[in-house]
């Protein structure tokens, strides 16, 4: 029985610092969930957000899967993709999204109490997975919920991870499904980058093992692994257009709208000329300019990227989702590997034909399992995306039986799937024509999405 009292739900908050940031947000508790990993998880808030109404046949359900720092309110970070007559039609959907475990934005995260300890768990908290969080979601939207099928399942960059692993765990329930920006498995690359901003935070001298406390926080190191991770969210073009070689005191105009971060902060000014505030660490070193002014606008306006997130997250939550990504591979839902036997949404082990080959190698497995998806699937990429090769977009297309490739014209790299709006709702407006054609009306067009410069305003939090 799942339960939902408030005054759980506020104890279970009481050292979350952050889940006061999401506003539209419900929260259900899970009694208890076990983890792949093996260990179990009691007393699990997740929270969510819904918008639209769900139908008497309870098959209208579309789930938005978000990106790394993101969380449930989807109006925040692709609002002009929701709303009456959009391509989140919340006239004729029920759009639900649910936080992922170990962000700090109301679902089970290092900043949730352990009932066990009295104190929250900090770096205690155990290894989650991609996998881990659409189960959970799933005892969520359908098991309490009452969601019979779901009729699109999307997201982008992690949330693209989420979109695929629901429709392999659950292809009963999961009827079309777009992952965006992603990888049916992280690559080395991707890996590297993670090991990278990890290391950042394990090195500022206040990580302290992860026992830190608010008052001394390790926000150095959160806010170099952030300054990292959005070098890999934009591209070399979009760097140039933005900055060039200009200097602060020639680029301190307010930023247009179109200035939106990955990540989904909203960017308002270049304004931080004096560097990161949260170094813990001062260095008489003249050489040493970490806090001395910055002379060009890139570095001012990296600077104040990591000034921004380290004041709406938490480096333990960071760690865990970095974590998480690394974990993601679909190859996993192959039966040659059992560590999934009894747990609810395995795989049906007889798409995979009769193969019992022991010599059956990685790839093989990859390209079976890509192949045991039957749903309609839109595959979308960008071709300058930073993180996640275009390579791996394609390859998804290719394998997955009824997949079609789309590309997003973007000179934005991997932050494309949110700032370019009025591609992405063409192309999902189009998709959910042709293959949920029982949602259709005459009413449906792209006119009622605003233009991209004006609606950036809504990305607020993201990948």
Request: proline share 3%; charged share 25%; net charge negative.
């Amino acid at each position: 029985m799942v339960v939902n009292k408030q005054a759980e739900v506020e104890e279970l908050y009481k050292y979350n610092h952050l889940v006061g940031r999401v506003e539209n947000r419900n929260t259900i508790i899970i009694p208890e969930f076990e983890l792949e990993c093996g260990e179990t998880l009691y007393s699990v808030p997740v929270a969510y957000s819904a918008f639209g109404e769900l139908n008497e046949a309870k098959d209208n359900c579309i789930v938005v899967c978000h990106a790394f720092s993101g969380n449930s309110d989807v109006s925040e970070w692709w609002g002009p993709l929701l709303g009456s007559g959009k391509a989140f039609d919340t006239d004729k959907f029920f759009v639900i999204c649910c936080n992922v475990l170990g962000a700090p934005y109301g679902t089970a995260s290092p900043l949730t109490l352990d009932k066990r300890t009295g104190k929250n768990y900090g770096p205690t908290f155990p290894l989650t997975s991609v996998r881990d969080d659409v189960r959970l979601h799933k005892r969520v939207i359908v098991d309490e919920l009452g969601v019979k099928e779901i009729a699109l399942v999307i997201g982008g960059s992690m949330g693209g991870m989420q979109a695929l692993e629901w429709a392999f765990t659950y292809k009963d329930i999961v009827k079309t499904f777009v992952p965006m920006a992603t990888s049916g498995r992280h690559s080395a690359w991707g890996i590297s980058w993670g090991e990278m901003q990890r290391q950042a935070i394990y090195g500022d001298q206040n990580y302290n093992n992860g026992y830190y406390t608010m008052d001394k926080k390790p926000d150095h190191g959160l806010s170099t692994a952030r300054i990292a991770g959005m070098l890999t969210y934009r591209s070399f073009e979009s760097a140039h257009r933005k900055f060039g070689r200009k200097t602060q005191g020639r680029h301190l105009k307010r930023l247009n709208a179109r200035e939106t971060t990955s990540e989904g902060d909203k960017e308002t000014t270049t304004k931080a000329t004096n560097g990161t505030k949260t170094n813990s660490n001062p260095n008489t070193n003249p050489n040493d300019d970490r806090d001395a002014p910055t002379i060009y606008s890139a570095q001012g306006y990296l600077r104040y990227q990591g000034e921004k997130f380290v004041d709406r997250y938490d480096a333990n939550c960071f760690l865990a989702i970095s974590k998480k990504l690394d974990t993601h591979d679909l190859t996993y839902h192959h039966p040659k590997f059992n560590y999934l036997d009894g747990q609810e949404g395995t795989s049906d082990n007889t798409t995979f034909g009769a193969e019992d080959d022991e010599e059956l190698d990685e790839e093989e497995m990859y390209k079976q399992v890509l192949a045991s998806a039957q749903q309609p699937c839109m595959v979308v990429g960008i071709e300058n995306d930073g993180i996640f090769s275009i390579k791996e977009q394609y390859e998804l297309a290719k394998y997955i039986p009824n997949a079609k490739m789309e590309l997003l014209s973007s000179t934005e790299g991997h932050d494309g799937f949110l700032l370019e709006v009025k591609q992405v709702s063409r192309m999902l407006k189009r998709f959910i024509r042709e293959n949920l054609p029982k949602f259709n009306s005459d009413e449906d067009s792209d006119s009622s999405i605003c233009s991209a410069e004006s609606s950036m305003s809504y990305l607020m939090y993201s990948k």
